[in-house]
């Protein structure tokens, strides 16, 4: 189905397509020349389109993708890989492609790749990150890094582990094999496969159904599932919903109205759950 997607106005972005339908956001990486890899400017843009995303109350879902039908993200541009990093116009190395990863993670609304080609090194990696994979039958999945001379051994590989298994993240990376869209099902690391007409439907499908669902229980399931796996920088994710929570309630207000107006706060007025 055609969607009228409206470019998200404010921004003037080069490397990257920023829209929005029906309250789902399409971050696009646009860079088909050279299947979607990205420069430090290309993150930079993706970093602010995910900012806005969280700010917005309007955005429910977000769709990561690339432009066209050969490529996901093929991870970093090597014509700009540098020592210590991607460079980028200011001559400054980068590996800024990290902050992303962590603005997936937070990011307190589902985020859904929609792997519409070769998801292949650190483009890889981000479909990983997002919270479901959607991927048409002629995508590829595949880590490259010990054979470009580079690595991801953060979530790039722990978190691979805990989808696909040590056995077959340690395969995925050590032999830098490819794989198909319907082997990378059966490893858990994509929720479906559909012939490629049907990729952008079934993730508005997907999306539209999820805002159906109430998007707190959403927000304390993503922070559940993460806090399980991240330690304390979990426990903090999960622990500020908790606090965002609380402040939403009379006991949390009557604490600081006490203190404005200089009585002593009375909290036995308050349910105690058992
Ligand atoms: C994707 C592949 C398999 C597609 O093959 P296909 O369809 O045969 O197309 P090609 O002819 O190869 O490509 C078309 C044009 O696109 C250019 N191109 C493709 N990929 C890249 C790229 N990554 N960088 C720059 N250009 C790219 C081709 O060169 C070609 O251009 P022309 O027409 O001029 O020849 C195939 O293209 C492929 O294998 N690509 C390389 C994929 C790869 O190895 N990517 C890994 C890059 N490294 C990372 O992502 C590392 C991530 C990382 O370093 C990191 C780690 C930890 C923390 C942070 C980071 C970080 O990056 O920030």
Known sequence: ????????????????????????????????RYRNAFTPLTTWEM????????????????????????????????????RGGYVGNDGVPRLNVLDVQMQIRRLPKPVIAMVNGYAIGGGHVLHVMCDLTIASENAIFGQTGPKVGSFDAGFGASYLARMVGQKKAREIWFLCKQYTAHEAEQMGMVNKVVPFEQLEDTCVDWAEIMMERSPLALRMIKAGLNAE???????????????????????????????????KPDFDKYPVFP
């Open 1 to 32: 189905m055609e969607r009228n997607w409206k470019k998200i106005s404010g921004f003037d972005f080069k490397e990257i397509l920023f829209e929005e339908y029906n309250h789902i956001a399409k971050i696009t990486i646009n860079r088909e």
């Open 229 to 263: 796996l991240d330690g304390q920088a979990g426990i903090q994710e999960l622990a500020g919903d908790a606090t965002m929570l609380y402040y939403t309630m009379d006991e949390a207000q009557e604490g600081g109205k006490a203190f404005l107006e200089k009585r």
């Open 47 to 82: 970093s602010q389109a995910f900012a806005y995303c969280r700010e917005c109350a309007d955005i429910r879902v977000v769709i990561l993708t690339g432009a066209g039908d050969k490529a996901f993200c093929s991870g970093g541009d090597m014509h700009v890989k540098g």
